[in-house]
């Protein structure tokens, strides 16, 4: 895996993500960690490369913001498919231009209502959002999450996800539902990383019982981070 570069230069928005992808696609690591499972890599993101460069490019070309909002990996029907966390392609069509696909998935689109109550620009120059995974995983069309892997595969996306974070260098890390705050808590427990808030994972808040209780909680901890130790 190569070192990280400096989180300061606009041009290595381009290689940190061609480095993700060698790191997690093309070495075929965990591929091959992953054989005689019946898991398999959703793989479909790579046909939206192009938007994604271009997502990278727009949003955080002057590098990444220090406060991390991060999810457990991308799902068959949003992320695993436009590759950008927690995007589907109906959100996706409102950010960048020639999106033609409506394609829709729960989770992104509560996490998009959140990304337009702040302002698509504005939030997205205050967080960094990812997962702990960079790829997603399925087993008979269902979605697997990375803590259902092999212990190898877990370790393999363990270690990519602090390789990641090492590049971002951030200050501040909010976990997305109970899992994540246990990885990230475990992760980084040896850091001065703050690791000590989370919020319910936006698939729980899509629900209609849970929707109006979450959006405030998310709107609320948002607004005490906006601006605040968030520089690039």
Known sequence: MHEPRSN????????????????????GEIEHLLRGTDISVLSDFLDN???????????????????????????????????????????????????DRNDSER????????????GVEKFYRNFYVT??????????????NYDQLPKAAKAFVYRMFRWEMEYVKPVKIISLGAVVHDTVRAS???????????????????????YDRCKAQYLEVIA???NHGNTR
């Open 8 to 27: 300061a230069m606009k041009e290595d928005t381009d290689s940190f993500l061609d480095e993700l992808k060698r790191g997690y696609v093309d070495s």
């Open 49 to 99: 490369w192009s938007v994604i460069k271009q997502f990278e490019k727009k949003f955080y070309a002057d590098g990444y913001p220090k406060v991390v909002l991060c999810g457990i990996n991308p799902g068959r029907l949003g992320a695993g498919k436009t590759g950008i966390p927690f995007i589907d392609f109906a959100s996706l069509s409102k950010m960048i231009p020639g999106i």
């Open 107 to 118: 989770s992104a689109s509560f996490f998009f209502e959140i990304v337009q109550s702040i």
């Open 131 to 144: 997962n702990i995974s960079w790829l997603g995983y399925q087993h008979h069309n269902k979605n697997v």
């Open 188 to 210: 980084f427990a040896d850091t001065d990383i703050d690791v000590s808030q989370s919020l319910p994972h936006p698939n729980y808040c899509a629900f209609p019982k849970n």
């Open 224 to 226: 005490d981070y906006m």
